[in-house]
């Protein structure tokens, strides 16, 4: 018998760095690197519940390496399944009930954010979350029988930042947001990225000088993709993701958000 039993919490979080470790591997193999096979994704709660996670990152490979996307990818099939055993909140309901699946990345590791009521809220941060999952998935199946069960409308609310607004808040929020900060998606969160991409550069700072680098590993991601589009970085983005590959620890989600972040610096030509 174990002398450690993990809560689901904990194998949930397990499964998603697994998870990340897999999407790394992939994004080697399509870019055609001399990678091992990745693992094939695992079918248990705990997986699943990691795929709503992770979410538009399971197909941040082929986005960042232009590959088609087809209903045969795993990524599609687990995610699929995952939306089935876990289905977005109903609308409305997102900031009073949130299931294991889909809200266990806004747990206690996650940027601080606003209250419930709020448009910055974690809860929101989930809805946006399953938009982009569910965006992609729906680019995968040429069938509707993929996607029936799956779909995550844009949600009307998210944080509207404004000439006094409260850029640690809002720069939170979309910390918890990074999985959208990918090629082939556009809404009014990319938009409010691109306006205020100084926030995003003071909070990529604030969290390296607080040590964390989770945190600045998904602002500077943002950063990335902006300039990837033509918007200038406030701050030098080579060095910045040097420094968080340097000092950002062993998690292979913040590994993934800053090979995000690299892929789309050297796009950008930098």
């Known amino acids: 018998m174990s002398v450690y039993d993990a809560t689901p919490e904990e194998e949930i979080s397990q499964a998603a760095e697994r998870m990340a470790v897999r999407a790394l591997a992939v994004l080697?193999?399509?870019?055609?690197?001399?990678?091992?096979?990745?693992?094939?994704?695992?079918?248990?709660?705990?997986?699943?519940?990691?795929?709503?996670?992770?979410?538009?990152d399971l197909f941040a490979p082929y986005q960042l390496a232009g590959a088609p996307l087809r209903a045969e990818l795993e990524e599609a099939v687990a995610l699929a399944q995952a939306?089935?055993?876990?289905?977005?909140?109903?609308?409305?309901?997102?900031?009073?009930?949130?299931?294991?699946?889909?809200?266990?990345?806004?747990?206690?590791?996650?940027?601080?954010?606003?209250s419930p009521a709020s448009p910055a809220s974690p809860a929101s941060a989930v809805a946006w979350r399953d938009w982009a999952a569910a965006e992609f998935l729906a680019r995968c199946a040429s069938a509707s029988v993929l996607v029936s069960d799956a779909a995550a409308p844009m949600p009307e609310r998210h944080p509207v930042p404004e000439d006094?607004?409260?850029?640690?808040?809002?720069?939170?929020?979309?910390?918890?947001?990074?999985p959208l900060a990918l090629p082939g998606?556009?809404?009014?969160?990319?938009?409010?990225?691109?306006?205020?991409?100084?926030?995003?550069?003071?909070?990529?700072v604030r969290s390296m000088l607080r040590r964390d680098y989770r945190t600045a590993a998904r602002t500077a991601r943002w950063l990335a993709l902006g300039h990837s589009r033509g918007t200038a970085s406030p701050v030098e983005l080579a060095p910045v993701l040097r420094h968080i590959r340097l000092f950002g620890g062993p998690?292979?989600?913040?590994?993934?958000?800053?090979?995000?972040?690299?892929?789309?610096?050297?796009?950008?030509g930098l």
């Open 164 to 178: 006094d607004f409260h850029w640690q808040e809002w720069s939170g929020w979309m910390a918890q947001v990074s």
């Open 83 to 114: 939306f089935q055993l876990f289905p977005p909140p109903e609308p409305g309901r997102a900031d009073r009930d949130r299931d294991a699946g889909a809200g266990a990345d806004a747990g206690a590791d996650e940027p601080a954010a606003a």
């Open 185 to 204: 998606l556009e809404s009014p969160v990319h938009e409010a990225a691109q306006r205020h991409a100084r926030a995003l550069a003071r909070a990529t």
């Open 28 to 56: 080697d193999a399509v870019e055609g690197t001399d990678a091992p096979r990745p693992d094939p994704l695992g079918a248990s709660k705990p997986d699943l519940a990691a795929a709503r996670v992770i979410g538009a």
């Open 251 to 268: 998690s292979a989600r913040t590994a993934l958000d800053l090979r995000i972040g690299e892929r789309l610096a050297q796009g950008a």
